[in-house]
């Protein structure tokens, strides 16, 4: 009978995982913004009637998912759930609530079964465009990035909002994109509770009370055993990114106990006044998906596994900013975190660590603010670290999972062309095992118009992704206009009529020695063009 029941509530657990993977799917597939619809920007998630999370979709990033675990009891913290009916959904994109910057909105819709609130559908997703001063580092405060929206009504019953749309619309270069992925996000909930009240219906059940103790109790022992494995101690690392203008240092130490794992920051440089600026609730989610990638990768996602990780910073640092702190592009800090952490873990689990990788998300944002204006936003994707036991993946954009607009796409929906898009050779860090290759793009305006390119997440630029156990690091990122103009940091710049802009993204550092790398992989290399001879 133990066995059974076992089984029984193993099986929703994976049945709960596989209807946030279908919610995922449909904002995927409904979404406006190519961001969301092709780069996957997105994150979808169902919580108990707490507010706790249950189960995450496999679609989405570290920075949209475990933000979001902490945000819906924030959510229900502003309006409680005897205030909720069947059929409302809640928005933010609140930095401080949400994930980390005004672009992302959060829509949280209560799971009503039989007449009670027995959980919650959350989602997330990149909105391209709020007001403000747009996609841009050089905001001196968070006012100047947008519209906020504080905890609110998306709709109220079966009664869409349509004054608050017309508020996010009203301030948005692009409405339509704008009210289409917001509701979207709503669309995305409806659907995921239409399958579970399908599944609870099939099951017999009632509310998610028993699953909910099942997957925290089986989550948390699972995660005490990996714990009690490691080696108890304070371990160490920091890193050097360009920053806006001056460099930023983040430090980690990382103390092992015996019931978690605590991450503090607090010798990490003090917040700018720059839109590069991290909130402590994306900082905590990135570090917290560096430690559980290295050490639990197998055990899904939930608020028991998180709950193992804590991590600390005194606020007003670069990794725990405050309002109201410009924090458009927190991203370049926040995913610079799990490689940070993944240095502290080298020293008890270095069979498991890849060498240092290209990090942020390269965000090409270029726009056309005369005749005609146009906003294009893509993204560019540098070279994984390798690994202890093979290359790194190229292109491919580690730790955020975000994939890349196919160029056709974006070159419908703006006047602009992209004339190369092609691995950079020799860019992958040296070593017993490569780093991942990073790209070369090169993009230009096809109407002869001037563009102004913002260099808020460009990262790298200064020192590329360091290797590992003697392998070399890979090369740094570059970026410069067919003029002779080199972008040194992440202002905003013009690129005049007729020219071009050139885009190098960081290549992944090397791991092992040079020297010990097999004869018939340096011949594959070079065969496929991957490495010059």
């Not at 905001?139 to 009664?159: A, D, H, N, Q, Y």
């Not at 458009?328 to 060498?355: E, F, N, S």
């Not at 070369?440 to 992704?465: D, T, Y």
Request: glycine residues 10%; proline residues 5%; aromatic residues 6%.
């Amino acid at each position: 009978m133990k066995n059974s029941k076992f089984i029984r509530n193993s099986i929703i657990w994976n049945q709960l995982i596989s209807i946030c993977e279908e919610q995922a799917n449909v904002l995927l597939k409904v979404a406006f913004g190519a961001l969301v619809r092709e780069a996957g920007d997105i994150s979808a998630g169902i919580f108990n009637n707490k507010g706790k999370m249950l189960a995450q979709a496999v679609t989405g990033t570290p920075g949209h998912v475990n933000t979001m675990a902490e945000a819906v009891p924030k959510f229900l913290k502003k309006i409680a759930s005897e205030n909720l009916r069947k059929g409302d959904a809640l928005i933010t994109n609140d930095p401080w609530i949400g994930a980390g910057h005004i672009f992302d909105f959060v829509v949280v819709s209560p799971i009503f079964f039989r007449n009670k609130i027995i959980g919650y559908f959350a989602s997330t997703c990149h909105v391209i465009d709020v007001g403000g001063i747009g996609w841009s580092a050089e905001g001196k405060s968070f006012f100047e990035e947008g519209t906020l929206i504080p905890v609110s009504f998306l709709r109220k019953k079966k009664s869409i909002n349509e004054s608050l749309l017309r508020i996010i619309t009203a301030n948005s270069r692009v409405p339509n994109e704008a009210r289409g992925d917001i509701l979207s996000l709503m669309s995305c909930n409806d659907a995921g509770i239409n399958r579970l009240i399908d599944l609870l219906k099939e099951n017999s059940l009632t509310n998610l009370s028993e699953t909910s103790k099942f997957i925290f109790d089986q989550s948390r022992i699972s995660m005490k055993k990996i714990i009690s494995k490691l080696k108890k101690g304070k371990y160490k690392n920091k890193t050097q990114l360009d920053g806006y203008d001056t460099p930023i240092n983040l430090e980690a130490k990382l103390e092992i106990t015996d019931k978690s794992i605590l991450i503090n920051l607090e010798k990490s440089s003090k917040a700018t006044s720059r839109g590069i600026n991290c909130p402590i609730n994306y900082s905590v989610a990135y570090a917290s998906y560096g430690v559980k990638a290295a050490i639990a990768p197998e055990i899904p996602n939930n608020s028991a596994t998180l709950s193992f990780i804590k991590v600390r910073a005194p606020l007003g640092l670069i990794v725990s900013a405050i309002k109201p702190s410009p924090v458009t592009a927190r991203h370049v800090v926040g995913q610079a975190l799990p490689d940070l952490v993944l240095g502290c873990l080298h020293h008890i689990i270095p069979d498991k660590i890849p060498a240092e990788s290209s990090g942020a998300l390269w965000t090409i944002s270029l726009r056309h603010d005369g005749d005609h204006p146009f906003n294009s936003l893509n993204v560019a994707l540098g070279g994984m670290g390798a690994k202890p036991y093979g290359d790194g993946l190229s292109t491919t954009a580690f730790p955020s999972g975000v994939g890349s607009i196919p160029v056709e796409i974006v070159e419908n929906e703006a006047p602009i062309l992209y004339e190369i898009k092609e691995f950079m050779k020799n860019s992958g860090g040296i070593g017993k095992y490569r780093g991942g290759l990073g790209q070369k793009i090169v993009i230009k305006c096809i109407q002869n118009k001037e563009m102004k390119i913002s260099a808020a997440a460009f990262e790298k630029i200064r020192k590329g992704p360091s290797g590992l156990k003697g392998g070399h690091s890979g090369s740094p990122g570059q970026v410069k206009i067919s003029d002779g103009t080199k972008i040194k940091d992440k202002g905003t710049y013009i690129i005049p009529k007729g020219k071009k802009v050139i885009i190098i993204t960081p290549g992944g550092g090397g791991y092992g020695k040079p020297q010990d790398r097999d004869q018939n992989q340096i011949m594959n290399d070079i065969k496929f063009g991957l490495v010059a001879k």
